[in-house]
């Protein structure tokens, strides 16, 4: 069964910094592109960030500049650094790749 499993969340204060990681399973996980979306409470799950198979990549209005989507294809693993994190990034963060989506993981912000 193919696994998308996420890490790197927490805590942190407004102004700093994250580096979310997703390891994939699949052995087509280097062929498709990787999605990041959050969902904060009361709201609706939005896109946030895309990162094709050649590296390039999107970012939605709200985190463009701070945000920054790569994959490392050895590893099997695609990463959303973020940075200069504000209390309205608090969300739980999930990567989406083929129609399988990771657990989730918590991204608070606060001082």
């Known amino acids: 069964q193919v696994q998308l499993v996420e890490s790197g969340g927490g805590l942190v204060q407004p102004g700093g910094s994250l580096k979310l990681s997703c390891l994939g399973s699949?052995?087509?996980?280097?062929?498709?592109?990787m999605h990041w979306y959050r969902q904060a409470p009361g709201k609706q799950r939005e896109l946030v960030a895309q990162?094709?198979?050649?590296?390039?990549?999107w970012y939605a209005d709200s985190v463009r500049g701070r945000f920054t989507g790569s994959r490392d294809p050895a590893k099997n693993t695609a990463y959303l650094e973020m940075n200069s994190l504000k209390p309205e990034d608090t969300a739980v963060y999930y990567c989406?790749?083929?129609?399988?989506w990771g657990q989730g993981t918590q991204v608070t912000v606060s001082s």
């Open positions: 989406y790749q083929g129609g399988v």
């Open positions: 699949s052995s087509d996980f280097n062929l498709n592109a």
């Open positions: 990162i094709n198979t050649y590296g390039r990549t």
